[in-house]
């Protein structure tokens, strides 16, 4: 299977010319792919799908600095009541689909990047995996670098153990969790 051009510019670090992402926000992106490719390739998948895996590492931030109630009109409607700062993944795979992206693993991938989903493959969990444990971020560290020392090989239970925390934060602060999360969490600890 043939990627989607954008899909292919964006394994090579090329945005959309509709991306909107700062330079900090693409060097946040290209440690994303850096963690990406390099499981991929540890996990010995074909160069097709370690491609894929570049990609959305690439794409799923692209959108991270528009205006959230621009975005807002650009996500079906299911999603448009997400708080601002979780409106990016919905709007950047809606914009791949109107591009011609069909390639639902990526989009649902992008979409739930942020929130979870209990629809979401190896290629997304590994996304919401890496977009946590990229090393440029400066929270809890050693906490951070023991999970990415067990990736991609323990992919399933750090998946779970980094949503158990978001899970933890967003009980302790008294913040509501959406049913993806919950659902996700379901999904990951085998409830149907």
């Known amino acids: 299977m043939n990627a989607h051009p954008i899909v292919e510019r964006a394994a090579r670090g090329e945005l959309p010319a509709w991306a909107e992402a700062s330079e900090s926000r693409r060097a946040h992106m290209a440690r994303v792919a850096a963690l990406l490719g390099a499981w991929s390739e540890e996990l010995g998948l074909p160069e097709a799908e370690q491609v894929r ?3 959305v590492a690439w794409l799923h931030d692209a959108l991270r600095d528009a205006d959230p109630e621009t975005l807002r009109g650009q996500v079906p409607a299911a999603m448009s009541g997400l ?9 950047v795979a809606e914009r791949l689909r109107s591009e011609g992206v069909a390639d639902e693993e990526i989009l649902a991938a992008l979409t739930y990047h942020t929130l979870g989903h209990p629809g979401l493959g190896t290629l997304g969990q590994a996304l919401y995996a890496a977009d946590f444990l990229e090393p440029g971020r400066d929270l809890l560290n050693d906490w951070r670098e023991t999970l990415r ?3 991609p090989e323990e992919l399933g239970d750090v998946v779970r153990e980094l949503l158990a925390a978001r899970i933890v934060h967003l009980v302790e602060r008294g913040s509501p969790m959406r049913p993806e999360t919950v659902a996700f969490w379901n999904s990951l600890a085998g409830e149907e």
Request: charged share 5%; aromatic share 6%.
């Open 53 to 55: 895996w570049v990609a």
């Open 83 to 91: 708080p601002g700062p979780l409106l990016h993944g919905p709007a």
């Open 149 to 151: 020392v067990r990736m």
